[in-house]
């Protein structure tokens, strides 16, 4: 069970897990310096924390599903139906924190979910979330027949420009659901098994491991985090959208990849996710200051973990 052993060592971290998103991070930091204008502006760099909130809390699950050798497509349907859901409560009336309740208990049920598709009726990862994310795009269209809700307490879009502690909100929540998935990944029983999933499943069964509970555990907190992004999302758009936050789950995927967590044999680095967020919302952001369009910008994410992957690649073969 060699893959057990988790990472030691800043410099054996910045060195073998992902040194190719150091290198393209600096890059598009440089790059975007020059030929944006206001990149390097106190405001867009407040822009760029905040716009990557949302998308590192669904990326950090994220990395604990794919350490699992799993993969979770639903999280931006789900997104989607928490924030219609939040935005819908809160047009009916009811208190914002019932409202927050209501999106976080829709995550975690579709989160659960997604974890009993896996584990108990054994779905394979990409078909069991497939199904999810049809189901979850469907219920948020037919909640308003496809219509967004805009009548919601201002409460909610206040949040999102809210400063605690002298930090934007958004990028407070982020720290600490980092540290939070931090510590279950690194300090816990939890993150032992997490890792054992995908480097030796059959071991971790045969030393007792409960494979079943720690799946639909995985799951099931990786829904928690899609409601918590799900109330940001509403928060940022200042409304509940159905289909506006279909193709998160494609970014948290590049940023699991570009940070240099493997597809197989749980072999990953968490904080190699947070680099591989601000990768992607670099790019993204100084694309949209030089006027590319967003399709152009979805391209640039693909081709950007392609780029990672090689250079990865090419220094694992010399």
């Not at 924190?97 to 997604?114: K, R």
Request: proline fraction near 4%; include cysteine; charged fraction near 10%.
């Amino acid at each position: 069970m060699a893959d057990l052993a988790l990472p030691t060592g800043l410099s054996r971290r910045l060195h073998v897990r992902s040194p190719g998103i150091w290198v393209i991070l600096a890059l598009l930091i440089l790059v975007f310096a020059v030929t944006a204008p206001g990149f390097l502006s106190q405001r867009n760099i407040t822009n760029i924390g905040q716009q990557s909130s949302i998308l590192l809390i669904l990326a950090l699950p994220m990395t604990l599903i794919i350490l699992t050798e799993g993969l979770d497509l639903s999280m931006g349907a789900l997104t989607g139906l928490v924030s219609m859901g939040i935005a819908l409560t809160s047009s009916l009336g009811y208190p914002v924190p019932v409202a927050i309740l209501v999106g976080l208990s829709i995550g975690f049920a579709g989160g659960l979910f997604n974890g009993v598709l896996v584990a108990k009726l054994q779905i394979p990862p990409f078909v069991g979330t497939l199904g999810t994310l049809g189901m979850a795009q469907g219920l948020a269209v037919v909640m308003t027949d496809g219509q967004s809700i805009v009548d919601i307490a201002d409460a909610i879009p206040d949040f999102y420009s809210a400063r605690v502690l002298g930090m934007p909100a958004p990028v407070l929540v982020a720290v600490i659901a980092y540290a939070v998935t931090h510590f279950l990944l690194y300090r816990t029983q939890f993150g032992v098994a997490v890792f054992a999933l995908g480097g030796n499943r059959e071991a971790w069964k045969l030393a007792g491991g409960h494979v079943d509970r720690c799946l639909i555990a995985v799951y099931g907190f990786a829904g928690l985090m899609v409601g918590i992004a799900g109330f940001l999302f509403t928060a940022r758009m200042s409304a509940g959208h159905p289909t506006a936050s279909l193709g998160m789950e494609f970014d948290a995927l590049a940023a699991v990849a570009l940070g240099g967590t493997s597809f197989e044999r749980g072999n990953g680095w968490l904080f190699g996710t947070v680099l591989g967020v601000l990768a992607i919302g670099v790019l993204r952001n100084g694309l949209n200051l030089l006027g590319f369009a967003s399709s152009m910008q979805v391209v640039s994410v693909g081709l950007l973990v392609l780029v990672a992957l090689f250079i990865d690649g090419f220094r694992r073969g010399s």
